[in-house]
T-cell receptor, first 114, second 110 residues
Framework: KAGVTQTPRYLIKTRGQQVTLSCSPI?????VSWYQQTPGQGLQFLFE???????NKGNFPGRFSGRQFSNSRSEMNVSTLELGDSALYLC?????????????FGPGTRLTVT | GNSVTQMEGPVTLSEEAFLTINCTYT??????LFWYVQYPGEGLQLLLK?????DKGSNKGFEATYRKETTSFHLEKGSVQVSDSAVYFC?????????FGAGTRLTVKP
């Protein structure tokens, strides 16, 4: 079974721009979560989607948004990029119908904001 | 709110040494507990999990027991290998929340 894939793997953007990251979950997984990983803040939960609906949300500003499509693929968008948005963005998928269960992570997208 | 506190690293051990990485949690309900491992340049991989008190999760020689009385989920391995070098994350989840510890970097030297 193919794992979680994320595209692109690396991105360099300029402050003020916007960016869209993509995640394809493991086949059959309907829950997709997004995380931001930085050396200073560690791993922080952004949001979780299940069957095209945002089910849970972390404590991030409205510049961070996401969506999920009918095939469970998900995208996250960051508008008006700031230098502090430079991070590894990880996507994870899960079979969980309720809450969070064991998650399968993709390799991440490394975003650098200059 | 929920939180996870884990032992700060880095931890450096010789091959075949005993490993313990401490993890304690704060939660209002009855969370599930996990250990994830991250190898360089990769995403996280689930190492083991426990879903209720006194459960023991185990995988690849690693073990952790869900201790509700001490709110702990310490990771142990009896004999580490060079290939165990990675960053280890303790994590907690309930129906609405997923929290990770800060991560502990383990280096095992031959």
């Amino acid at each position: 079974k193919a794992g979680v894939t994320q595209t692109p793997r690396y991105l360099i953007k300029t402050r003020g721009q916007q960016v869209t990251l993509s995640c394809s979950p493991i086949s059959g997984h309907r829950s997709v979560s997004w995380y931001q990983q930085t050396p200073g803040q560690g791993l922080q939960f952004l949001f979780e989607y299940f069957s095209e609906t945002q089910r849970n949300k972390g404590n991030f500003p409205g510049r961070f948004s996401g969506r999920q499509f009918s095939n469970s693929r998900s995208e996250m968008n960051v508008s008006t990029l700031e230098l502090g948005d430079s991070a590894l963005y990880l996507c994870a998928s899960s079979l969980a119908d309720r809450g969070f269960d064991e998650q399968y992570f993709g390799p991440g997208t490394r975003l650098t904001v200059t | 709110g929920n939180s996870v506190t884990q032992m700060e690293g880095p931890v450096t051990l010789s091959e075949e040494a005993f490993l313990t990485i401490n993890c304690t949690y704060t939660a209002t309900g009855y969370p599930s507990l996990f250990w994830y491992v991250q190898y360089p340049g990769e995403g996280l991989q689930l190492l083991l999990k426990a879903t209720k008190a006194d459960d023991k999760g185990s995988n690849k020689g690693f073990e952790a027991t869900y201790r509700k009385e001490t709110t702990s989920f310490h990771l142990e391995k009896g004999s580490v290998q060079v290939s165990d070098s990675a960053v280890y994350f303790c994590a907690l989840s309930d129906i609405n929340d997923m929290r990770f510890g800060a991560g502990t970097r383990l280096t095992v030297k031959p």
